[in-house]
């Protein structure tokens, strides 16, 4: 820690601002840790320190401030806040430009770290400005001898994170970015061509955020999908766009900031008007889980519906951004229904995404085998759940994904009041503490 001249006199207005107590600032500032992979222990002395001017490690000056941030409802940067920002991301700058720098510095075993505890900043996600969809560009994304490699990174990367998890090569999708993308970006190419471009570069960006997002990085995952989004946006794609803005409200969502989940939801579905079939249900059942979890049953149901029928019209067209598995919608349909309160509805979705979930989508069937044991459970069926938790032990044994290890937690807290059964016992018996 550095001193500072004199008291934090900003930091103590906020803290007013906001009617926290220093033990508040601090809990909060531990919280924002665990979304970015890190294990905080402050507490208000800590925080008595910051207010007579000490500097605090990074990251710790951008997680107080997020903390305020989302406290009072603006967006306050760690200036503001009375600290020296040493991870400054500076203004605003064009998506090419941005986006190189973006992949430079994570490819960048010095910069990296810095990156990675950036926290999820809850005023970054915001509804950005549609694109203008140019005629010229209508049915991007094909596969032409002049883009097969980059199709084929497409394919390769998303296969890894179903396969293996969203930590299996994700620095080697970074390097690619910095190493063969940004360079192809700068280059000077027809307006189709470059169109073509951003979007495979856009769906590279999607796949990188995913990673990071099921290794419980947040903070530097949202910077990939904002990234994904302004590539998409810039290529005049609006149905690409719109795939980007569904994942950030399913990340919003999953942190608990369902205002702006439902906002980027909302904004997905209408930017989806028109597009493909699969593009359609992948937005819309995002847009009913975001309705249900705000408990408009009415509205969730009626757009999960819309959802279900148009999937009667669906065909699989083999590419990962082309097609939307039946087992994605079951499982997503069992979210619309538990988040109303329909258990029994809600089991029955998830039994059937487990049946049609593929052999090569590992990461997905564990996850849902997890979630199929919780609810189980919720259900008093202590003896099925224990089978399907089995199932997902099976599969996250070979997986490398944050997501899982959650779920794995999950497990060992819900079993716990049942560790004297025997059942339970040898499923415990399987997950030693710490593993």
Known sequence: MKKRQG??????????????TQEALARSVNILGAEIGSSLRYDRTAVAHWLSGTQPRHPVPQLAAEALSRRIGRAITPEAAGFADLAGEGPPIDPVTGFTALCRSDADAARRVPLHQRPYRVADAVVPKPPQEPALFRALGQRTEETKA????????????????????????????????????????????????????SRLAFLLARMYEDGLLHGV???????????AGESGDRTAWSVVLRAMSAQAQRLGHLPSALQLAEAAHQGARGAPVPHQLYVGTQLAVVLAHSGDRGEALAVLGRAERAAERATDQGGPFDSYPSAALHFQTAEVLEALGDLSGALGALRRSAVERSAADLRGRALTQARFGQLLLRAGRLDEACAAWSGFLDGRERLRSGDAEQALRAM????????????TAELLSRTPQGR
């Open 412 to 423: 060992r807290q819900a079993l716990q009041p049942y560790r004297n059964r025997r059942q």
């Open 7 to 20: 008291p934090n006199h900003r930091l103590r207005a906020l803290l007013t601002e906001a009617g926290w």
């Open 150 to 201: 980059l199709h084929d990174a497409v394919e390769f990367f998303a296969t890894s994170i179903d396969s293996h998890g969203g930590r299996h090569a994700r620095s080697a999708l970074s390097a690619y970015l910095a190493d063969d993308v940004v360079p192809l970006l700068s280059s000077r190419q027809t307006p189709r061509m470059r169109a073509e471009l951003l979007v495979l570069a």
């Open 221 to 231: 995952a949202q910077r990939y999908y904002n990234y994904a989004q302004r590539l």
